[in-house]
């Protein structure tokens, strides 16, 4: 059993982990986690069928990723972008894609849609990454970016509160 788990042999002991000990939620409830990552796949296939290029699903997860800060996230898409074709300068600039025109109109409306699934509570964002949207996505589309900015909000709260590592390469 891993050390960062924190157990109920703890508490039955009358121990108590190390207060610095992150319990790694994905470990120490598979099933929850096994339901995320099945979820993750339906939105892969929601997306492809949209006809979201693997690329952008990649900017879209990097994105909000960044805006969460989270460095095991961030390590994990940033090779799947490189993978699917990303080049390093758009990812270098990527935090500051509105100041660039390394983007399609496309990739913009997917990227402030994601900042605004990402940050809810700022309206005037929400409406219009929505209107941008709108102007260039159908429905299914929208949908399923949005779909892939959830999902990965998700992760980034499990790998953030677990603390997950990036071990150098």
């Given amino acids: ?17 190390h207060p610095d000990r992150r319990v790694l939620i994905d470990k ?5 986690y096994r339901a995320l990552v099945q979820t993750a796949e339906a ?9 979201l290029e693997r ?11 960044q805006i969460n800060g989270c460095a095991y996230c961030l390590d ?8 699917a074709g990303e080049t390093q300068q758009r990812l270098g600039t990527l935090a500051a894609w509105r100041d660039t025109e390394l983007f399609t109109p496309e990739e913009r409306a997917a990227l402030a849609l994601a900042e605004s699934t990402t940050t809810p509570s700022d309206l005037a964002l929400r409406d219009s990454a929505y209107a941008a949207a709108r ?18 909000n998700a992760f ?12 150098a390469r």
């Fill in 135 to 152: 102007a260039v996505f159908t429905d299914e589309q929208i949908s399923a970016v949005i779909w892939v900015a959830v999902t990965i």
């Fill in 55 to 65: 690329r952008l699903v990649e900017l879209i997860d990097l994105r909000a990723s």
């Fill in 76 to 83: 994990v898409h940033t090779r799947a972008a490189l993978r």
């Fill in 156 to 167: 980034n709260r499990v790998s953030i509160l677990s603390a997950h590592p990036v071990r």
């Fill in 1 to 17: 059993m891993s050390e960062h788990v924190h157990t109920d042999r703890h508490v039955q002991s009358g121990e108590r982990p």
């Fill in 43 to 51: 939105v892969r296939t929601v997306a492809a069928e949209a006809g």
């Fill in 28 to 32: 120490q409830s598979p099933t929850a």
